[in-house]
């Protein structure tokens, strides 16, 4: 079993930053492909970006791409979504996500095992 804690979120305004962070338990962290998904009120769950296992192979949206960076701490089982120049429409629930095997990249929401309880973002206008 795999517990994900995100933590981080909270009120900015608009071209604000916020970084988010992910703990998770297991001695196999670094064997876990990551991502980092959103939700926003009446909204799918969209995918925001994506770190492999060892950092070499990262994704992201294209609503996020040049803003937006993911990373991750091995030695920490931590992952993080730095957030610049944040807007108004990033405003969501954000949850990290853990896909225990492959060595691929991850775009799904079903391509993974485990969810963190989500943290709330809110970009004030």
């Known amino acids: 079993q795999v517990q994900l804690v995100e933590s981080g979120g909270g009120l900015v305004q608009t071209g604000g930053s916020l970084r988010l962070s992910c703990a998770a338990s297991?001695?196999?962290?670094?064997?876990?492909?990551m991502g980092w998904f959103r939700q926003a009120p009446g909204k799918e769950r969209e995918f925001v970006a994506f770190?492999?296992?060892?950092?070499?192979?990262?994704d992201y949206a294209a609503s996020v791409k040049g803003r937006f960076t993911i990373s991750r701490d091995n030695a920490k089982n931590t992952v993080y979504l730095q957030m610049n120049s944040l807007k108004p429409e990033d405003t969501a629930v954000y949850y990290c996500?853990?896909?225990?095997?492959?060595?691929?990249?991850?775009?799904?929401?079903?391509?993974?095992?485990?969810w963190g309880q989500g943290t709330q973002v809110t970009v004030s206008s």
């Open positions: 996500a853990a896909r225990v095997y492959g060595r691929g990249v991850y775009l799904l929401p079903n391509d993974y095992n485990y």
């Open positions: 297991g001695r196999t962290f670094s064997s876990y492909a």
């Open positions: 770190i492999s296992w060892n950092g070499g192979l990262t």
